[in-house]
């Protein structure tokens, strides 16, 4: 069951940071147009800041749950080297459990969010609701809880063992 879990867990953090690499390469794309149209063609583009802004959320909430599986979210640095190894699995308990509460909020809050956003257009892409921007956090939260139970499970501590 636990190997099982990771295994899926592995699977959907890849999933959430390839996507959130392709929503970095889409903000920069969109970015260079703007650039491009603004400057050199003097002919802005009002969609074009207004996707490369929702890419950016994208991007943050997908890419979250990378954060957390590595143990870079929610650091104490101190507090965890100096604890014995019942202090250490203490100190992960009350992290995970933190997280998951705030997580719990953003999907709660973002789900309303993106819920009540559904006839809310965007200002420069009108065809499109808000839905679409709001639903990041939802999503990303998704992601993220799988990830903070994960290192709950199986921990890793790339960002604590290289910040000495």
């Given amino acids: 069951m636990r190997r099982t879990f990771l295994a899926f867990e592995r699977a959907t953090t890849a999933l959430a940071l390839a996507f959130a690499c392709a929503m970095l390469v889409a903000a920069a794309c969109l970015g260079l147009y703007q650039i491009l149209a603004r400057f050199v063609f003097e002919q802005p583009a009002e969609w074009s800041e207004v996707l490369t802004r929702f890419t950016l959320i994208w991007m943050v909430f997908m890419g979250a749950p990378v954060a957390f599986r590595q ?14 190894p019942a202090g250490k699995r203490a100190l992960d308990f009350l992290a995970a459990i933190s997280a998951l509460v705030v997580i719990a909020v953003m999907l709660w809050f973002g789900s309303d969010y993106a819920y009540r956003g559904r006839f809310q257009t965007i200002s420069g892409l009108e065809s499109f609701s808000m839905t679409w921007a709001y639903l990041a956090i939802p999503v990303g939260a998704v992601f993220s809880a799988l990830a903070v139970i994960a290192c709950l499970v199986d921990p890793r501590r790339q960002e604590l063992d290289t910040a000495q």
């Fill in 71 to 84: 143990g870079a979210m929610i650091c104490v640095d101190t507090a965890h080297r100096m604890a014995g």
